[in-house]
C-alpha cells in the first residue's frame, strides 16, 4: 500500500535550469494537487488537476507547468528555476467522496 | 476568496495539559468543510479531524475535538491530555463544497505547538 509518494526528496538545482518533481498516487483518486510551503504562508496551491488531462492553476502558478496524462501520475515542472521557487512542494491527491486530502512526504527544493 | 487565520503563531504547553488553536476564516459560501492537519518534524500531513459546515455537531477524534462556531466562522481545536508526540505544527484549512475546483484547500499560516515534559 504505496500511497501517495514523491520523488526526489531532496533537490538542489541552479537558478535557470528545468526541474520535475514528480507525484505518483496509487489510490485511483481522480483529484490531484501541488503546494509548496514557505514559512509565513501556510500551504499554498499552486496547481491542480480534477482528472487526467484536465488541469487548473491555483493561487500561485507562475513559473510553474503540469501535465496529467495519467490518472496516477502528477509531475510539477519549473521551466526556469529561481532563487523564489525555493520551498518545499507537497503532493495531494483526493476522491470526490469523502473530500480529504492525502498528503505525499514533500520535496525539499533548492535553487542555488 | 476564502481567507483562513491562525492568530497563535507558537503555543506551549505542559504534558497531560489541555491547549485550544484558534482558527478563524472568511467566506461567503454556505456549504464547505473545515480541517486541522497536523505536520511533525518528519514534515508529513497528517488530517486530525474534519468538519461539515452543515452539521451543528463538534466534530471529535479521540483528544481531538472542535468548537465550531459557523455565524462566527471560528474553527478551534482542543486537545485534551496533551502527550509529547502532539508536539507539531497545526494547520486549519478551508474546501468549499460543490462546484469543480471545490476540493481546493486554503490553509492558515500554522500555529507551532510544544508539548513539554
Known amino acids: 500500500d504505496a500511497g501517495i509518494t514523491q520523488s526526489p526528496r531532496y533537490k538542489i538545482t541552479e537558478t535557470g535550469r528545468q526541474v520535475t518533481l514528480m507525484c505518483h498516487q496509487t489510490w485511483s483518486h481522480s483529484y490531484m494537487f501541488w503546494y509548496r510551503q514557505d514559512l509565513g504562508h501556510g500551504l499554498r496551491l499552486i496547481y491542480y488537476?480534477?482528472?487526467?488531462?484536465?488541469?487548473d492553476k491555483g493561487e500561485v502558478p507562475d513559473g510553474y507547468v503540469v501535465s496529467r496524462s495519467k490518472t496516477e501520475n502528477f509531475p510539477l515542472t519549473l521551466e526556469s528555476a529561481t532563487r523564489s521557487q525555493t520551498s518545499v512542494y507537497f503532493c495531494?491527491?483526493?476522491?470526490?467522496?469523502?473530500?480529504?486530502?492525502?498528503f505525499g512526504p514533500g520535496t525539499r527544493l533548492t535553487v542555488l | 476568496a476564502q481567507t483562513v487565520t491562525q492568530s497563535q503563531p507558537e503555543m506551549s504547553v505542559q504534558e497531560a495539559e489541555t491547549v485550544t488553536l484558534s482558527c478563524t476564516y472568511d467566506?461567503?459560501?454556505?456549504?464547505?468543510?473545515l480541517f486541522w492537519y497536523k505536520q511533525p518534524p518528519s514534515r508529513q500531513m497528517i488530517l486530525v479531524i474534519r468538519?461539515?459546515?452543515?452539521?451543528?455537531q463538534n466534530a471529535t477524534e479521540n483528544r481531538f475535538s472542535v468548537n465550531f462556531q459557523k455565524a462566527a466562522k471560528s474553527f478551534s481545536l482542543k486537545i485534551s491530555d496533551s502527550q509529547l508526540g502532539d508536539t507539531a505544527m497545526y494547520f486549519c484549512?478551508?474546501?468549499?463544497?460543490?462546484?469543480?475546483?471545490?476540493?481546493?484547500?486554503?490553509f492558515g499560516q500554522g500555529t507551532r505547538l510544544t508539548i513539554n515534559p
Open positions: 467566506t461567503s459560501e454556505n456549504n464547505y468543510y
Open positions: 488537476s480534477a482528472a487526467a488531462d484536465i488541469t
Open positions: 468538519q461539515e459546515a452543515y452539521k451543528q
Open positions: 484549512a478551508f474546501m468549499k463544497h460543490g462546484a469543480q475546483g471545490a476540493q481546493k484547500l486554503v
Open positions: 495531494a491527491s483526493s476522491d470526490s467522496v469523502r473530500n480529504e486530502q492525502f
